[in-house]
């Protein structure tokens, strides 16, 4: 399961935005029916997850957690903790709950971006503020592209 596209919606007073078409077919197509939504770990936006995209990267961090390493398992609490199950509408939108718009400095104008097998609703702004470098990401692609041999 792929999401690609860089879509802008708006978010109504109550939270609601419209998942765009070109994501809600990809998840028609998968048979996937709920969705998890969190803030993503290292920016400030939501990542919303397919439910078993979900259930993998939960079972990922288990595997890799001790439970008797403190850390490790406070860290799976956070990631868990952080999470919402949401589900589409009839009209195809899903509820932000409010706390996750305020944790995203999400008000009206967002930024939906299909990342690999997620979706990201950024803040439109902040989504333009990252995106809008392509020197940067030229500069890391190829320092990550690079073969050792490369590099010298």
Known sequence: MRFTGNIYAKVDEKGRVFVPSCFRKVLQREEQQGLILRRDVFQRCLVLYPEQVWHEQVDAITAKTNMFDR???????????GAESVTLDSGGRILIPRR???????????????????IEIWNRQDAEAILDDPDALGDYLERMMSTPQENK
């Open 71 to 81: 850390n490790g398992r406070n860290a799976l609490r956070k990631f868990v903790a």
């Open 100 to 118: 996750y718009l305020e944790e995203a400095n999400i008000k009206n104008d967002v930024r939906f971006i299909g990342i690999d097998n997620t």
